[in-house]
């Protein structure tokens, strides 16, 4: 881990990677409640966290595509493994506050970053409330011969694809693809 003096700034990594999915909204109630506002209230809903934080809940297929590049939409909104040490951030540690590439929401500390040299990022645990977990089927990308049941990790704001929670070691990590990551809150 890198020490927090050396790490890149915002701005040096805001080009590093793009992406999401759409699974979940969140909640119903949160859903329910954007649906009787005019649109311009239903864009933007708060999402809380510990900084605090703002998501859109309404974007179309078509404006996740407009916004994601190929790539990008295919991991974060279909639920797709990046390559292998595809992101700088499976490499070393950034950034302070990771935030979703989808909406800009903090979901992780650099001080729950955990080193593993085995291609995606890893972190001992999100911020409170900041992810949902689900069942998902995945091969990762042929790491596994058959496709096997894991613990799927979804942005709580707007559902984007993050990764898998699998076990190394005898701990719980959460397994993230750095596509999902952005280093500095950007909203579309």
């Known amino acids: 881990m890198l020490d927090r003096n050396t790490k ?11 992406g999401r999915r759409n699974v979940l909204l969140g909640s119903v109630g949160m859903a329910a409640v954007a649906v ?9 809903q708060h999402c809380g966290g510990p900084h605090g934080r703002h998501v859109y809940l309404d974007r179309t297929d078509e404006e996740w595509r407009a916004i994601l590049s190929n790539e990008e939409y295919r991991i974060l909104r279909e639920g797709g493994t990046e390559r292998i040490f595809a992101s700088d951030f499976a490499r070393e540690n950034l950034v302070d506050i990771y935030h979703c590439r989808g909406c800009s929401a903090e979901l992780y500390s650099g ?8 291609g995606f990022v890893f972190f ?6 900041a992810v949902l977990t689900g069942i998902d089927e995945t091969d990762l990308n042929g790491v ?6 894991m613990m799927e ?14 076990s190394i070691g005898g701990k719980v990590l959460h397994c993230i693809n750095g596509t999902s990551l952005s280093a500095a809150p950007s909203i579309y």
């Open 144 to 149: 596994f011969k058959e496709p096997k049941r």
């Open 8 to 18: 890149k700034s915002a701005a040096e990594m805001d080009g590093a990677n793009i």
């Open 124 to 129: 001992a645990h999100s911020f409170p409330d």
């Open 153 to 166: 990790v979804h942005c709580r704001c707007c559902g984007s694809h993050l990764g898998h929670l699998v």
């Open 111 to 118: 001080e729950d970053y955990v080193p593993k040299d085995i």
């Open 36 to 44: 009787g506002r005019p649109a311009a209230a239903r864009d933007l």
